[in-house]
């Protein structure tokens, strides 16, 4: 016992303020990331059931037009599989959007929904969206597997890679400008 | 006696408040004139040769096309239709094809620069600030010719304005003279050595419009681009200073102004969509990136 409290006196001193900071800071740390933690997992908690399923192809399909932009960008190198994925997903994502905005209340007006009411009020014109994204993504699928036969990769042929995507991901712009809720 | 006293006191402001409105107007007018004349003293607007071709590239850059272009209902390129809800009511931009009856085709150079630098209308009256003409004041000589010889080129539309819908009264356009000695800057003179992206960002493509802070008279004393909570139709519309872009890199910024596309793989929808439709994914690669360039530099706070 006497050895115990020995200990401790001796290595109190030891122990300076500049050791005490760092500790309070790591804790500080500590304690920010698990917030952090726990308000992202709300954030995907507040979307369930239809809604969170088709954020979560949104956000598959925006993962994969990210590495095919990154590309373009210069951030990435070049890579044929990649874009041949990414239509693959835009065109499989595609063919199930009809599906992933019912007309139930759930899907209209559910926790987190970014959907706009015009997309029922329009029906027509949402599923004609979609079926252009989905044209214009096998476009991209057939200028990506064009290519990967061929053997030399020059401007010309990035070039009209680039543009098949380009015209494919407007259809997202599109939507979203006349069927996307604007959050914050 | 008292009420009859309170009556002429009131009375006396009353008056006192009109005269001074009065003489600001003028002033105002006064200034305006004399602005417009030294504008035009360096480079003479009448004898500078037109470049009609180019006079395209001013008009994306400068976002007329989309303004004036009601594609969600197929309208015509350039003959006017879209609404913008502003605080005094819903606003119709005209048609500014070169039909000579409904649209702008009667107009001379010297009228288009009235409008796009001044704020005024070939009769006299002021504009509404729906028009950006405080961005559009320091718009270059050759720009204002090149896209006048353009929309004079423009195929004509036989199609009348919308009415505006405001809840107040058109003679309150006189006060916009009055708005115009506050906000319109004091110089009108294009800046030879202003850099092209700050050019196309701040004058031709007025982000400032929807991307800075405006006061209760509706105007942007500051043009820092640091965001608007109370953007076009109650949308909160983003800060795009150096600080706030710090995720992104020029690329980034370029790219984005092509097709709409965020570094995390979002699209633009909203407002931001059609500006990039009709605007800046028709401009030269060199443009997007000198307004990626502008955005990232340390004035752009």
């Known amino acids: 016992m006497n050895n115990l409290t020995s200990t401790f006196r001796l290595r109190w001193p030891e122990c300076g303020l500049s050791t005490l900071i760092r500790i309070a800071l790591c804790s500080m740390l500590c304690f920010i990331g698990v917030v952090l933690a726990v308000t992202s997992v709300k954030a995907h908690e507040g979307a369930s059931g239809i809604i969170k399923q088709r954020m979560e192809a949104m956000k598959s399909m925006g993962d994969y037009a990210k590495l095919v932009g990154d590309m373009f960008k210069g951030k990435a190198s070049f890579d044929l599989d990649t874009i041949r994925m990414a239509s693959e997903s835009f065109i499989r994502h595609g063919q199930t959007i009809p599906m992933q905005f019912p007309d139930t209340p759930e899907s209209r007006e559910g926790p987190m929904t970014e959907a706009s009411p015009a997309i029922w009020d329009d029906w027509q014109q949402f599923t004609a969206l979609a079926e252009q994204f989905i044209r214009d993504s096998r476009q991209l699928e057939a200028v990506a597997a064009m290519l990967q036969t061929s053997e030399t990769l020059d401007d010309t042929s990035t070039r009209n890679v680039r543009s098949a995507f380009f015209k494919a991901v407007k259809s997202c712009s599109n939507c979203h400008e006349n069927f996307r809720l604007e959050h914050e | ?301």
């Open chain 2, 1 to 301: 006696m008292k009420i009859g006293a309170r009556v002429a006191v009131v009375g006396v402001i009353f008056c006192v408040i009109l005269s001074i409105t009065a003489i600001i107007q003028l002033q105002s007018n006064k200034r305006i004139e004399s602005l417009r004349r030294e504008a035009w003293r360096d480079a003479d607007l009448l004898t500078l040769v037109a470049n009609e071709s180019r006079g395209e590239w001013v008009a994306r850059a400068a976002g007329c096309i989309g303004c004036h272009t009601d594609s969600e209902n197929d309208g015509e390129m350039l003959a006017g239709g879209v609404g913008f809800d502003t605080p005094i009511g819903r606003m119709i931009s005209p048609n500014i094809t070169s039909d000579r009856r409904y649209g702008i085709g009667t107009w001379s150079r010297e009228q288009l620069a009235d409008a796009l630098i001044n704020g005024r209308a070939p009769n006299g009256s002021h504009y509404w600030p729906v028009l950006p003409y405080t961005a559009y004041r320091s718009m270059k000589t050759q720009d204002v010719v090149d896209l006048h010889a353009w929309l004079m080129a423009s195929k004509p539309i036989a199609l009348p304005d919308g009415e505006h819908n405001l809840w107040i009264p058109d003679a309150a356009r006189h006060l916009v003279g009055l708005w115009k000695v506050l906000y319109v800057p004091a110089e009108p003179l294009p800046n030879a050595s202003m850099p092209s992206g700050q050019y196309l960002v701040q004058n031709l493509g007025h982000c400032a419009e929807c991307h800075a802070q405006r006061g209760i008279t509706s105007g942007i004393a500051n043009r820092s681009l640091t965001g608007n909570t109370q953007g076009p139709h109650g949308v909160s519309v983003p800060a795009i200073t150096k600080t706030a872009l710090r995720d992104w890199i020029a690329e980034d910024i370029a790219f984005y102004l092509e097709i709409g596309m965020t570094p995390d793989g979002d699209f633009a929808g909203a407002h931001m969509a059609p500006v990039i439709e009709h605007s800046t994914s028709h401009l030269e690669p060199a443009d997007r990136a000198a307004i990626a360039e502008y955005l990232l530099s340390d004035i752009n706070q």
